[in-house]
Nanobody, 120 residues
Framework: QVQLVESGGGLVQAGDSLRLSCAMR??????MGWFRQAPGKEREFVAA????????KYADAVKGRFTISRDNAKNTVYLEMNSLEPEDTARYYC???????????????WGQGTQVTVSS
């Protein structure tokens, strides 16, 4: 069992930045992804990173604004979010899986999420 704990969410204004963290309580060599879900909407892919940290993938909506990274010595994955927009408002989840995938069904473990709210 892999436990994932997200943190770093909050209420910010448009144009602000936030950094989300996802701590993996049980060490495993997993690829990691960030997803988000707004009320009444489907869960959508945000970004993913391979175990080595070299390979990454981003959704078009966040490309150039968000950066995913990881520190395997700390078992932690980060999502640096810049130039936040009201459309980025959602609950953000990290997930662990076997590859850098945009399909949430391919991830085996999920955290509880952290809320990000961006006011205009």
């Amino acid at each position: 069992q892999v436990q994932l704990v997200e943190s770093g969410g909050g209420l910010v204004q448009a144009g602000d930045s936030l950094r989300l963290s996802c701590a993996m309580r049980t060490f495993r060599r997993y690829a990691m992804g960030w997803f988000r879900q707004a009320p009444g909407k489907e869960r959508e892919f945000v970004a993913a990173i391979g175990y080595s940290g070299v390979n990454t993938k981003y959704a078009d909506a966040v490309k150039g604004r968000f950066t995913i990274s990881r520190d395997n010595a700390k078992n932690t994955v980060y999502l640096e979010m810049n130039s936040l927009e009201p459309e980025d408002t959602a609950r953000y989840y990290c997930a662990a899986g076997s590859g850098i995938e945009a399909n949430y069904a391919l991830y085996s473990y999920w955290g509880q999420g952290t809320q990000v709210t961006v006011s205009s």
